[in-house]
């Protein structure tokens, strides 16, 4: 591990700016952002992430596993209530929480973004832990997704001798995707994010037709499912089960601050990251809340192929169309899922590499995990983090899918909670260094704000701080089960991870809390430059209706 004489020398604890230059990393000369009077933190990456690449990660990235077999779960756990109320909870907190991170990005798009805004607004310790909390959650996003790539594979041929191979070649793929520069990666997800869209919507209106009598059976679904026998008031398990629902709901939909992430390879970031936190809300609302909702009713609780009983070998939206008994459409259903799930193992490396190198430029890992190579990519981070990957998704071959499959999600949702309350209270050291420092970049122009700040951003801190407790309850008291504490670490092993380095490292480096006044609002910054100043005034010259539009052109 790195020493602290870093951190000694850095700006985020000295106040220092830099002057504008460039300066040379490995023979690479980094990207100065134009216009800005500073330079950014010496990075080699490039600014390859157009528009459309931003909308369709903001739209898509994270639609994979969660929503697609994670949901299973909660079904069978917590009920068809519990489903709902779970994700409409988690839509509301991420809407907001957006909007806080969002605030931030646009004025300070730099690549590694909140766990580097931790070490900015609020000392090195926070951002240590919360640096090394958010790697694990994405590599251990990997291994969830290679579990689930092979349930899918299961669905036509369920051979436990042949899960090795599957494996290999899910991640095989996801290397080829990161052997190719950055702009490759943009354009991969924005083909299958377009895809997973197209199938979510698909899936909605299939479901619905499905509820009103389609399909050769031609029987009608009502809310039948939620009176069925083990239910009260549609929850399976009270309280508990609605506890219980919050941490994999926060893995299905995790993965929403990666925007915020890419910010240091976008192309445009004051107009091109708030038009993809504004699609935030719709996006979540439709495919979370209004497909979750759909899902209920046409999948009872306790049907025996969901994920997480004796037969978790498919995900519940393949079930429900199965269960109607149409022909071809599951199978090709289960391999857009698929698809799915590879696309989400290549953002968990490419978010997991980013955050290392972002760390390794902060002094919390080697510096040479920060070198990269001509085309832009953090070579040394992305071979250190795929090998880790690959042992974890090797790990599958040893356990039941479903066992991985809980644990990784587990650890992931844990760090998403972290993650989200450690952003929202940047966002409010962020307000209070620039109104320390009369800084009035908040009201200028075109500056991109958080709605009814700052009592949104409170709720939305309450509300993850309770889920966050819900998942304690339940780890210490789980379902049809005796308290122990292979059970609470199974759970809730995230937390004491973070606790354990944050409070380690500031007892090994003694590090205090900066004053506002002495925050860096500087380094980094992007100020604005002629083209972006041109796409915004174009866009506010727009009409209602063409500016609604806009969000669809690519």
């Known amino acids: 591990m790195a020493s602290m004489e870093s951190h000694e020398k850095s700006p985020y604890e000295a106040g220092e700016v830099h002057t504008n230059e460039s300066r040379s990393v490995d023979g690479h000369i980094e990207y100065a952002l134009e216009s800005a009077g500073v330079s950014v933190a010496p990075s080699g990456l490039q600014r390859k992430l157009k528009a459309r690449h931003i909308q369709m990660i903001a739209i898509g990235s994270n639609i994979g596993t969660g929503l697609f077999v994670g949901s299973g779960s909660i079904l069978h756990t917590g009920g068809p209530l519990a489903l709902v109320l779970a994700f409409i909870l988690i839509a509301i907190s991420l809407t907001i929480m957006m909007q806080c991170l969002g605030e931030m990005a646009v004025v300070l798009p730099v690549s590694g973004s909140f766990t580097r805004y931790a070490t900015r607004f609020y000392d090195p310790a926070l951002g240590f832990a919360m640096g090394w909390q958010y790697w694990l959650a994405w590599v251990a996003v990997f291994g969830a997704e290679s579990s689930a790539f092979v349930l899918l594979v299961n669905y036509w041929n369920d051979n436990p001798a042949l899960t090795p191979l599957w494996i290999s070649v899910f991640i095989l793929i996801n290397l080829c995707i990161h052997f190719c520069p950055v702009r490759i990666f943009g354009e991969v997800e924005f083909v299958v994010s377009t895809i997973k869209v197209i199938s979510v919507i698909a899936f909605i209106i299939v479901v619905w037709a499905i509820m009103g009598g389609a399909g050769p059976e031609g029987k009608r679904h009502g809310s039948e499912n939620w009176r069925l026998d083990g239910l009260e008031a549609g929850l399976h398990n009270g309280y508990k089960g609605i506890a219980s629902a919050f941490v994999l709901a926060a893995f299905a939909a995790g993965g929403t601050e990666m925007v915020g992430v890419v910010a240091g390879e976008a192309e445009h970031p004051r107009y091109n990251l708030p038009r993809a936190i504004k699609t935030l809300m719709w996006r979540i609302f439709i495919f979370y809340v209004v497909s979750m ?10 049907q025996q192929g969901l994920i997480g009983t004796k037969n978790a070998n498919s995900s519940p939206f393949v079930l429900a169309i199965k269960d109607a008994g149409i022909r071809i459409l599951p199978d090709i259903l289960n391999a857009v899922v698929m698809i799915c799930v590879c696309s989400v193992g290549s953002t968990s490396i490419y978010i997991s590499s980013r955050t290392l190198k972002a760390m390794s430029e902060d002094g919390f890992v080697f510096k040479f995990f920060g070198k990269t190579d001509k085309k832009g990519r953090p070579w040394v981070a992305l071979l250190f983090t795929g090998s880790i990957a690959i042992v974890l998704a090797y790990l599958n071959c040893s356990s039941t899918g479903a066992v991985v499959f809980g644990w990784f999600s587990s650890i992931s949702g844990m760090a998403f909670f972290l993650a989200w ?8 050291r962020f307000r209070a260094a620039l109104k320390a420092q009369g800084d009035d970049t908040l009201d200028r122009r075109f500056a991109y704000k958080a709605r009814l700040w700052p009592w949104l951003s409170i709720f939305a801190f309450v509300a993850i701080l309770f889920m966050v407790i819900c998942q304690f309850v339940v780890s210490v008291w789980p379902i049809g089960k005796k308290p122990s504490a292979a059970t609470f670490f199974a759970n809730f ?12 490292y500031k007892l090994v480096y003694r590090t205090k809390w900066l004053k506002l006044t002495e925050i860096d609002l500087h380094t980094g910054r992007r100020e604005e ?7 915004l005034e174009h866009h506010q010259s727009l009409s209602g209706g063409r500016r609604a539009l806009s969000y669809f052109h690519f």
């Open 493 to 504: 092993i995230g937390v004491p991870i973070f606790l354990f380095m944050w409070a380690g």
């Open 293 to 302: 909702l759909f899902l209920t009713f046409v999948v009872p609780y306790n």
């Open 421 to 428: 309350l450690v952003i929202i209270a940047c966002n409010w």
């Open 529 to 535: 430059d002629p083209k972006e100043i041109e796409l």
